[in-house]
């Protein structure tokens, strides 16, 4: 029994070591400055924007960068669904970027998938499915929830209502 144990512990660790430069890779190209611009502009410039015409409903100048970044949310969903690289630490350290970036692209993933239909490709649905997947992954395990799950992380105590000079205290507190 004591073997056994001793195996799964060695094969966790050995698993743990092999996982661990993929997931630093992959935060490291997530934070880039590319993928921080590519970000920005499905946030802030086609969020609103009528994308159900697919690709084409983005702008030119920024259709690669677009698709960057969905190829690279598609990239890591694969890697989860796959169980290579473990939800939590993703959910913990994009997840939030995840969720936001999808809501505004899901429509020109439906397109996509249409016109792909249309066009009799072998399997549509494929495009962009593992983001996708990942996107209802990490409303499972929210962002904030993963990282309050996690071994080492700092959970703060309740906010203290600080009393301030002159008032009753009713109302004021710490932020």
């Keep these: 029994m004591a073997t056994v ?20 890779d992959l935060f490291q190209e997530h934070r880039g400055a590319e993928l921080a611009r590519a970000r920005h502009i499905v946030v802030n410039e086609l969020a609103g924007r009528d ?5 084409s409903a ?10 960057d970044l969905c190829w ?3 990239n890591i969903g694969a890697l989860v669904a796959h169980g290579v690289v473990p939800l939590a630490p993703v959910s913990g350290y994009l997840g939030g970027s995840v969720i936001e970036t999808w809501k505004v692209v899901e429509p020109m993933a439906t ?3 249409g ?9 549509p649905e494929r ?9 209802h992954l990490v409303l499972q395990a929210p962002p904030d929830e993963a990282r309050l799950d996690a071994e080492k992380w700092h959970r703060p105590r309740a906010r203290r209502r ?5 008032s009753s205290g009713a109302g004021s507190s710490a932020r």
């Design 5 to 24: 144990i001793a195996s799964l512990r060695q094969l966790r660790l050995a698993r743990h070591a092999n996982t661990l430069p993929a997931v630093v």
């Design 51 to 55: 994308l159900s015409e697919g690709l």
């Design 58 to 67: 983005v702008p030119e100048k920024h259709r690669q960068l677009v698709l």
């Design 72 to 74: 690279f949310y598609d």
């Design 111 to 113: 397109a996509e998938r």
């Design 115 to 123: 016109k792909r239909r249309q066009l009799g490709f072998r399997d």
């Design 127 to 135: 495009w962009q499915a593992y983001y996708e997947n990942l996107y």
């Design 162 to 166: 600080l009393r301030l000079p002159g």
